[in-house]
């Protein structure tokens, strides 16, 4: 899913995010493509962060926090 909230109004965007919660809790995978970073916590078990194209960074989510995601979207 690729932004899937973005042009979203808030309860849209929670059906969205609801509708992830269902397909996770199904045993789908689902590869999620926000920029929101609470939308990326909300629902997500692994973060990859893509800079440029190229892996700049891959967490658990149980494991990082939003500072050490940031990092190396912004090269850091």
């Known amino acids: 899913m690729d932004e899937p909230t973005a042009a ?9 995010i609801s509708l992830i919660h269902q397909l996770k ?11 929101n970073l609470q939308d990326i916590f909300a629902v997500s078990d692994h973060i990859v962060v893509l800079r440029r ?24």
């Open 25 to 35: 809790a199904q045993g789908r995978g689902v590869i999620f493509i926000p920029h």
């Open 8 to 16: 979203l109004g808030a309860p849209e965007q929670r059906k969205v």
């Open 53 to 76: 194209g190229v892996q700049a960074g891959e967490r658990k989510i149980s494991e990082t926090n939003h500072d050490e995601v940031v990092k190396p979207m912004v090269g850091g």
